[in-house]
């Protein structure tokens, strides 16, 4: 919970405490297993592709040959930038910890309830801190004092982000949690409606924080909890009567097709009436950025689709191992078609981003990972049961969201977004408690 707060853990010192913290907590558990005697880790399907992560940033950090430089003797590495690659080999390192604590130690059906509280409860803190923020600070006035914090000045960020697209990632991790409880969860229908109202807070921050790629993860997180939703009913009421004429009519893609449609007419609806004429400016600047519609001096540079650009030919100089995990900024320049003004620190695009920096051998990291996590989640949702079914399929509809706001932003490069984000890996790989009743308590 304290990760959230200084700007998402964002800076040099907040990341190292935090990644101290991590290592701190991994030499308790050493302890324990010691004094215990039992150092079983569980489910590593998903933790060996993010240790294979780790494997290649340390072997990009080591300097491997020497030249003669100059008159002098340099040593190089694969890395552009071997410091800043070491530097997120700590980072991946302390995430695989957190995960694998989460998975050892999140052994009951109350553990991981107060787990998922803790997350949704640090999201609409997060959702309050910024729409409280935005209405205390109108405008973009260059001389009004800033929010609380130092760096939370007027139209920079959102809530504690200092970056307007950072936010929107918590949220969607969040916010498919909260759905997957409150409707795949049986409970009383007034705590549904606490749940879906915190749901409702949450879409509206984040409408408000005017991230478009935000809104569009939100759009397709709420089209494919409305698919699971209807697979998750059908499946367990055919388990019950497979002869019923409605259940085949459920499963219909004419069914699928009219809900996912309805759906999507209710959030466009919602961002119209919430967004107005913000948005509006946002979709002109996004077509600026993606389809270069405005070729002035103010744009050349900095649209996503020259970022992008600049990824690709990255890529092709280092196809094999790429030029550095964490040191994008190092080699980017190099290959940026622009005055210079404004050189890219990230590619917004994570997924070009651990190509350009990793290589081919990233890239089929991230293969592998995203087939283990495919694998992974089926098998929850099958062996699971009751709450944690729920918990699961809302921790599958957060990673969905992460995963399309991924390809136009980089909220990943946020610690507490990360961790949020390695704590939901860690619940669909938790083994199955049985049956529960009751939100963070276990039917007896």
Request: hydrophobic share 55%.
């Given at each position: 919970m304290l990760t959230a707060l200084p700007y998402g853990t964002s800076e040099s010192w907040s990341q190292g405490l935090f990644e101290s913290a991590v290592f701190f907590l991994a030499f308790l558990w050493i302890v324990h297993g010691l004094i215990d005697g039992s150092w079983g880790i569980g489910n590593a399907r998903l933790i060996?592709?993010?240790?294979?992560?780790?494997?290649?940033?340390?072997?990009?950090?080591?300097?491997w040959w020497r030249w003669d430089l100059a008159g002098e003797k340099v040593w190089f590495a694969l890395s552009s930038d071997p410091f800043e690659t070491r530097i997120f080999a700590f980072r991946i390192a302390a995430l695989i910890l957190v995960m694998v604590l989460v998975v050892r130690f999140?052994?009951?059906?109350?553990?991981?309830?107060?787990?998922?509280?803790?997350?949704?409860?640090?999201?609409?803190?997060?959702?309050?801190?910024?729409?409280?923020?935005?209405?205390?600070?109108?405008?973009?006035?260059?001389?009004?004092p800033a929010f609380i914090l130092a760096r939370l000045t007027p139209a920079h960020g959102y809530a504690q982000f200092t970056n307007k697209n950072h936010f929107p990632f918590l949220m969607e991790m969040a916010l498919g949690l909260v759905?997957?409880?409150?409707?795949?969860?049986?409970?009383?229908?007034?705590?549904?409606?606490?749940?879906?109202?915190?749901?409702?807070?949450?879409?509206?921050?984040?409408?408000?924080?005017?991230?478009?790629?935000?809104?569009?993860?939100?759009?397709?997180?709420?089209?494919?909890?409305?698919?699971?939703?209807?697979?998750?009913?059908?499946?367990?009421?055919e388990s019950r009567d497979a002869g019923r004429w409605w259940i085949r009519w459920a499963r219909s893609i004419i069914a699928t097709t009219a809900i996912a449609a309805t759906l999507l007419v209710i959030i466009v609806a919602g961002v119209a009436s919430l967004g107005g004429d913000q948005l509006a400016t946002g979709v002109e600047t996004a077509t600026v950025e993606l389809a270069g519609a405005d070729p002035t001096e103010e744009h050349i540079g900095s649209r996503r689709r020259d970022i992008w650009r600049s990824t690709w030919s990255m890529f092709k100089a280092h196809p094999i191992a790429g030029a550095g995990l964490g040191a994008?900024?190092?080699?980017?320049?190099?290959?940026?078609?622009?005055?210079?003004?404004?050189?890219?620190?990230?590619?917004?695009?994570?997924?070009?981003?651990?190509?350009?920096?990793?290589?081919?051998?990233?890239?089929?990291l991230l293969i592998?990972?995203?087939?283990?996590?495919?694998?992974?989640?089926?098998?929850?949702?099958?062996?699971?049961?009751?709450?944690?079914?729920?918990?699961?399929?809302?921790?599958?509809?957060?990673?969905?969201?992460?995963?399309v706001h991924s390809i136009v932003d980089f909220g990943l490069?946020?610690?507490?977004?990360?961790?949020?984000?390695?704590?939901?890996?860690?619940?669909?790989?938790?083994?199955?408690?049985?049956?529960?009743?009751?939100?963070?308590?276990?039917?007896r």
């Open positions: 060996a592709p993010m240790g294979g992560l780790l494997v290649l940033a340390v072997v990009q950090s080591l300097a999140t052994s009951t059906a109350k553990r991981l309830g107060i787990l998922v509280l803790a997350i949704i409860a640090v999201a609409l803190a997060t959702a309050l801190f910024g729409i409280a923020r935005q209405a205390s600070q109108p405008g973009s006035f260059a001389l009004a759905v997957g409880i409150a409707l795949m969860h049986r409970g009383r229908l007034d705590r549904r409606l606490v749940y879906l109202s915190g749901a409702g807070l949450m879409c509206a921050a984040v409408v408000l924080s005017r991230s478009r790629g935000g809104l569009l993860a939100i759009a397709v997180q709420i089209i494919f909890a409305g698919l699971l939703f209807v697979n998750f009913k059908t499946s367990t009421s994008f900024w190092a080699e980017v320049p190099i290959f940026h078609q622009a005055s210079g003004a404004s050189t890219p620190q990230q590619a917004h695009n994570d997924y070009l981003e651990l190509l350009s920096s990793g290589g081919i051998l990233g890239a089929a592998w990972f995203a087939v283990a996590l495919i694998r992974q989640a089926r098998k929850s949702v099958r062996l699971s049961e009751g709450l944690q079914r729920a918990v699961s399929m809302g921790a599958i509809i957060g990673l969905v969201g992460v995963g490069h946020i610690t507490v977004n990360a961790l949020v984000f390695v704590v939901l890996l860690a619940i669909i790989s938790l083994k199955s408690f049985g049956p529960q009743t009751v939100l963070g308590k276990s039917a």
